[in-house]
T-cell receptor, first 112, second 115 residues
Framework: KAGVTQTPRYLIKTRGQQVTLSCSPI?????VSWYQQTPGQGLQFLFEYFSETQRNKGNFPGRFSGRQFSNSRSEMNVSTLELGDSALYLC???????????FGPGTRLTVT | AQSVTQLGSHVSVSEGALVLLRCNYSSSVPPYLFWYVQYPNQGLQLLLKYTTGATLVKGINGFEAEFKKSETSFHLTKPSAHMSDAAEYFC?????????????FGKGTMLLVSP
């Protein structure tokens, strides 16, 4: 079974631009969560989607948004990029009846 | 709210030595606990988990962890370190809210293994 895939793997953007990251969960997994990983703050929860609905959201500004499609694929968007948004963005998927989350390889975003 | 504390941002061991990575959690409800490993430029890989039942759980690559409720701890151990164990390890707690759960991670511990 294929794992969680994330595209693109690396991205370089300029301050003020916006970016969209994509995540395809493991087949059969309907819950998708997003995390931001930085050296200073560590791993922080962004949001979680299930059946195209955002069920939970972390403490991030409104510039960070996401959505989930009917096939469970998810995207997250960051508008008006700031230097501090440079991070590894990780997507994780899980089955509805499990607390285990399986992570993708991440998208490394660099904002210059 | 739940939280996780990992003691020691870096732990150094010699190959063949015991590995002990410490994790303490805070949770107002019975937690589910996890250990993940992250190799450079990769995502997180689940090593093991505790949900209910046996408090000593075994994971992949020879790792195991013991849930001690009285000490609110979930320390990760491996009897004999291998060079390939060098990576960053994260302890996480999951608490269910209204049928869904969110992972809260510790800051991570970098394991260094010397020959």
């Amino acid at each position: 079974k294929a794992g969680v895939t994330q595209t693109p793997r690396y991205l370089i953007k300029t301050r003020g631009q916006q970016v969209t990251l994509s995540c395809s969960p493991i087949s059969g997994h309907r819950s998708v969560s997003w995390y931001q990983q930085t050296p200073g703050q560590g791993l922080q929860f962004l949001f979680e989607y299930f059946s195209e609905t955002q069920r939970n959201k972390g403490n991030f500004p409104g510039r960070f948004s996401g959505r989930q499609f009917s096939n469970s694929r998810s995207e997250m968007n960051v508008s008006t990029l700031e230097l501090g948004d440079s991070a590894l963005y990780l997507c994780a998927s899980s089955r509805i009846d499990s607390y285990e989350q399986y992570f993708g390889p991440g998208t490394r975003l660099t904002v210059t | 709210a739940q939280s996780v504390t990992q003691l020691g941002s870096h732990v150094s061991v010699s190959e063949g030595a015991l590995v002990l990575l410490r994790c303490n959690y805070s949770s107002s409800v019975p937690p589910y606990l996890f250990w993940y490993v992250q190799y450079p430029n990769q995502g997180l890989q689940l090593l093991l988990k505790y949900t209910t039942g046996a408090t000593l759980v075994k994971g992949i690559n020879g790792f195991e962890a013991e849930f001690k409720k009285s000490e609110t701890s979930f320390h990760l151990t491996k009897p004999s370190a291998h060079m390939s164990d060098a990576a960053e390890y994260f302890c996480a707690v999951s608490v269910t809210n209204s049928g869904y759960s969110t992972l809260t991670f510790g800051k991570g511990t970098m394991l260094l293994v010397s020959p």
